[in-house]
């Protein structure tokens, strides 16, 4: 479950449907939402999560890959996690 984020605009998003302040347009918001849902899952596990998403680690950050249109990367959602708790929940936009 998400226990806190770093981006006010990306808690925006996801508590208010509020995009406003996030670089991104559809069909990257719906991926961005997905994420935070399966984010925000009492049952979240690292090992099933990067199944369904490309995830890389850096310096013990987590980095999603967003895509445009399922192909061409324009930035990530950042967390890390402590079990199946996900805490500083961000994002970087590339470009």
């Not at 449907?17 to 347009?25: A, H, S, Y």
């Not at 999603?64 to 994002?91: K, M, P, Q, W």
Request: glycine fraction near 6%.
């Amino acid at each position: 479950m998400i226990d806190n984020f770093r981006s006010k605009a990306l808690e925006a998003f996801f508590c208010e449907n509020i995009v406003e302040g996030l670089p991104f347009t559809e069909p990257t918001l719906s991926e961005i939402l997905e994420i935070l849902i399966d984010l925000n899952s009492d049952k979240f596990h690292i090992e099933d999560f990067t199944k369904l998403w490309t995830v890389y680690q850096y310096h013990g950050v987590n980095n999603v890959v967003l895509t445009v249109n399922g192909v061409e990367s324009c930035g990530a959602i950042t967390f890390e996690y402590r079990g199946n708790i996900v805490i500083h929940v961000d994002y970087f936009s590339e470009g």
